[in-house]
């Protein structure tokens, strides 16, 4: 008892720490906005790990959307600031009904972020352990699996991203399945499997879920012997997807009108990782790693996120192999280890196993991800190895030969290690010096690290010392494991989160409006939710099929990073576009004199030259894409042009001003660049080797672009460095009309009010998806077929309204509705003897009436404190509501706010008193059982 | 309940039925006298006669109840003839006396002994807040508890009766669907049989589709079955969100308390109508909790379902009172059948061996009780000039046997006349002000959905009624200076775009020494 009161007073105190440091860090990668020129103009930061983007550049803006809006007490079907419109609840990825999220709608944000990756760790093991446990594998034995089962590769590194929402899940569905197997309270269990698949939906990653239930059908199929519970299993999970049913339709819908659909059932067939990625799982860190100092991709591109996820650490899978080898008997090891092998064999495209992705749906999806099942079966298998360990102890010569062998490796290690460092340092000059240290480090520990560990290991297994040697498995994992990757993610400071930097302040002072970016990553879609700005793109991994192929119609020219980079005003107005945020003067004629970006050409003391012939055009500014591997160089850069060895112009920047992977317009004094005449741009610094120089990318030759002034069609509003802000003049976001006047712009309804001469057809910049409805004067129209919202009206003056109504959705949300109530009595009728039970004499033995009305006056008095307290928490309802002209809008008042106190109110005051009496009875039948 | 007697029922039974005819209840007036409700009178009578000229229901009227409710007022105009009064008579008095009989039915399972009866029904009876609209719902509850267990035609009636309630009123629907849910729901999880249980709630889902099956074939027949689907849910829409047309905030004891130091100012807020609204809360907290402990200790009977479903039905009318206050009443008859029950239970207890804090309690719920009649006193007064006003003879056409002021008539009468003298039948009138009632009165047809158009407070419908306007060109526009701005914004500034209209395509003059704005097309002069 005193030892639980000790733990339980240390997890409070834990917690209190954890909440008051939460005020001063948060766990998301913000610092990758480094990565943007518009993000360190005032100053630059080392970007912690460049792989970290898609919780920063996505999740994070749709979570920021999705609580703004849930807390006005609205449900975010649709987003009205990217794309033109695009589907929200329908992007699974947005993660909004997902449980753990719950918390960041409710709890301030930065404590929010930090509990949230938390809690999903404490549940990957927990799930995790607790279906080690009903496999009957030792408490020990589960830790050391369960621990495992997060810090292997793939949870890890995942965290952030909605893969991790659901594959937590997967050991609680293997659970649930042992369960099942096992045959007791079956139907609690059937319910919990229905709620883990609608769950498993709700997380927001389908593919991780096809995957899961993939495996888990498989699984269930083996280890569920009564062909009854194995119907019943099916169902259930049916029941769960049903569940989840006005989340799956318009999912299904989005889809099906996505270019997603066109690309992934068009493509080539499968996903794979290449095959000499596969020692990542083994020595991730040979090639460095994206959260250390020196980092290279492989060559297809294929990152060090996909490929290390089935990394577990070498010494415990030395472990699990040869205990698998051993104990190959169980079944349990032969369903992990036949199950690894096929994986990795569909994985790495091995045949024949690879076989199985060129079947229909399975060819689809991203199968190279199922690595992740790998690292998790590997836990697995180390859990059931560890818990048998007695039955893999080994002949006592074996252990001298091998502690002889292990000695002696250590021996030799030594001046071989040092010697190949020598060699590689002299052979590798320059940039390898600096990851070479980096290299030998890391081999080193791991070296050492994983001999010493096999020393220990033995010696336990020998002495037969079976809880000893579970901690030196334990030992293996802080090592190999949670010291490599506890950084992955570096903690952030929180004034980092989304920071007003000067752009974002311009952009603050003008009207809203659509932007653009163009040529240099800036501002890229999707964070502009964070700042509350519209922007004309969406990153959502599906994306409205008919908008972006005109999209990409209208702007054809997009740069290796995919941004567009060339833009016309008439497709800018066409899409309604106020603003471009670029790196370049929009108002120049820009012509490419070299492309390619793949190729670094360092730039020292030795210049680079580029020779051209001149067009007639006159030369204002050059264009160039730098690399600065990624930190601040000491040294001067310079730019000249020479015609004829006659130099025409020069100019001398700073290396630290430059940014990695961007594009640099440096204006030059306007040259007329005679036709036919041979020039050379020369490039050059004050560095005298590569490992203080910035770079130029190119192909062949650097990458260049020639700049020209033209005619000023667009408005600079704002310029520093190479960001410039632009306005579009012109922009409407009614074409077609004389007059119109915008009522209501909310992100689901848009209400105007239009007037012409004559009948037109009008263009409402507002992306056309099925359940948008628009009413002229009140009836409903039909829309002509067009990636805006296009229609005809007829002449004088007109009420529009375009209403997002998708049908799909309510169809959805009957069809859940039904599933739940289904469950409900199904569940409850299951457990009729357990509700029906008479437990009034365990109450009337603590209560009587008097007792009852003073508990139920002290449960009201505690309640309307809490009530009190809880009404101070100021909850921003906005003014969206007020369409019409009442009492509310007059007063600013808003009805939301009563109605919240009253359910909240209802809630409280029935809740605590009923708490109030339950804790009396507790209290006293504990001093009972004392007594 | 405990017998009555022959003589106590045929007694009861014209109580019902004679003080709502002839006295009306406190709070309203009755039959025979006083001025017209221009608004909820109004838009009854004008709606009945809209119809009469050939208009349809929802499609070219927006009404805010069911058709059940409205359609029977328009069969009477069209039997018997229009006339204001038989709106006062159907709404006030045979609906409340049919609403007062379906609630008897409710509660006599309640058991109740004849010293709570007594004082129960006679606040009943004359507490407003009972109309057909609530005795829908009670005869619903009553019949889905009596007879839920027996013969399947019960159960096919039940079906028929949910849909009435909500061709009555979408409220009625959702109270009366929510009981469904919960007995259904029970029956699912806790009967042994399951055959049983699915096969009564077959014969229910057959009623109801028999109903709705006829409903639905008679107004796609007349044409309006879209527009009733559309308006009945913009109405469910608009009034459960911030875009209802009439509602205020919440009255806040914080805001009194805060702005009043302690003084006898906060005595009197303590017992005033506003505090009211927090002890009705708190009286349905009570009762669940009550419900609960009844669950707890096995001492719940079938009674206990009663009060469960009264303390639902009070609860969810309570929700509506969030915004309109003014609802009050709706959710007043559950209170005070909740604390009838309990005075029973108290008076009992006390009875066989009370405490001095049972004592306290029934002493409570009898000053609670006695402040809620305390409401009514400013009622009372209007008694005191019945008599006289009944010596009062008028002859005011399309008006009917009914008496009221002689504001009201000159009003009335000089609206009429202007109206007479300057347009036909067939002509257009639109009233700016909220006063449908003039459109039965005058009998002439409103060339918009909006009868109130205080309603068309949003933009698609003041947009709707612009086109409305702009289409028929009314002939008149009427605006009463002096009439009642609800929740003090009044129509001038609800609706700008129509102001905007009337200045522009519109002269104005004036009648009734200048209380009437009286508009008239330019191109007429």
Redesign the interface.
Known sequence: MKINKFFLFLAIGFIILFLLLSNNFIYLPVDILNYFPAFTLEKWIRVHNSLLADPVFQFEPWRIYAKSRILMGELPLWNPYNGAGVPFLANPQTGLFYPLNFFYYFLPTQLALNVIPFVKMVLMVGFTYIYLRVLNISKLASVCGAILSFFAGFTVMWILWPHTNVFILFPLMLFITERIRIGKKINRYLLLLAIVYFIGVTGGHPETLFHAGILHFIYSIIRIKQTRNLILFFIFVLLGFLLSAFLLFPFFEYVFHSLLMVNRFNGPAGYYLPIQGIFYNFFPLLLGAPHLEYYKALPDGTHFQELAGGFSGIFVLLIVIFGSVRLFKLEIVRIYAIGIVILLGIVYKIFPFYLVSDLPIINSVANHRLIGFVGFGISILLAVVAHNITGIRLNSKVYKRLFLALFVLLLVSVPLLTLSFIIGKNLFPGQAEKFLPQLFKYISFYFYSTVILIILFLFMLKRNMQKMSMFVILLAILLQNVLLFYNYVNLQPTTSYYPAHELVKQLYKIPKGAILQVGNLNFPPNINLAYGFTNIQSEDAIGVADFQTAFRKAFPTRNHLGIVDRVEINALREFGISYVISDYNLNSNIINVSSGVNHLFPITQKPTVLDFLGKGNTFSEVRIFTATYNRQNSCNFFVSLYQDERILFKKSMECRDFRDNAFYSIPMSDVVLENGKKYKLEFSSTAPNAANAIALRGGRKPYIDILSRKDKKFKLLWNKENVYLWGVPGVEKIIGVEKYKI??DDPEKL?L?TYSYKRTSISIKKTMYPGWNV?V??AKVQTESHYFMKLQIPEG???I?AKYEPLLFVIGVILSGVTF?ALI?YF??SE?KF??K???GL??AY?TQ?K??RL?LLG?AIALVVFLILSQIKIDFGDR???????????K????H??Y??LM??II??IV??LTTVFYIWKNSQKKKKS | MEKFSKKEKVIITLIIVLVPLLLGSLFFITPWYGDINVIDEGQMGAWANHMLHGKLMYKDIYITYGPFYVYPIYVIFKLIGPEAFYVRLFYGSVGTSLGIAALLLFISRFNLKKIIFYPLFILLVFIPGVSIRQGVIFFFLWLILEHSNRKFLYNFLSGITLACCFLITPEAGIIAGFAVFLLYGKKLIFDKNLKTVFLSLLSFIAGLMVLSGLFVAWAQSEGWLGSYISTTRDVLQSFSGSNLPNGKGFPNPLDFFVANSPSIGWVKYIVSKDMLLYYQFLLFMISFLYLVTRKLLSTYDKRDNLLLLITLTGYIHYYSLVGRTGNFFLALTPTIIILAYFAQKLLLAIKRNGTRTQLGLLILILLITGRILYIFIPSLQNLKGLTTQFERKQQFERLGPVTISFEQEVYFQLIRNYVERNTTRNDYVYFLSNEPIMYLLVDRVNPSRYDLPYIAHSPEKRYELLNALKLNSPKLIFYDTVSWPVDEVSNKKRLPEIIDFINDYYNKSYIGNGRIEVYTLKDEK
């Open positions: 009522l209501k209400s009010v009413y004067d009140n003056a007109h009420y309204v109530l009595i409850a009728r009729r509700l029906l008479n437990r009034a109450y009337r209560l008097d009852i009305l139920y009201f509501a007020f369409e019409g002209i009442n009492w509310y809008s007059e007063n008042y808003s009805r939301r009563d109605q106190y009253f109110a209802t005051f029935i008193p009923i």
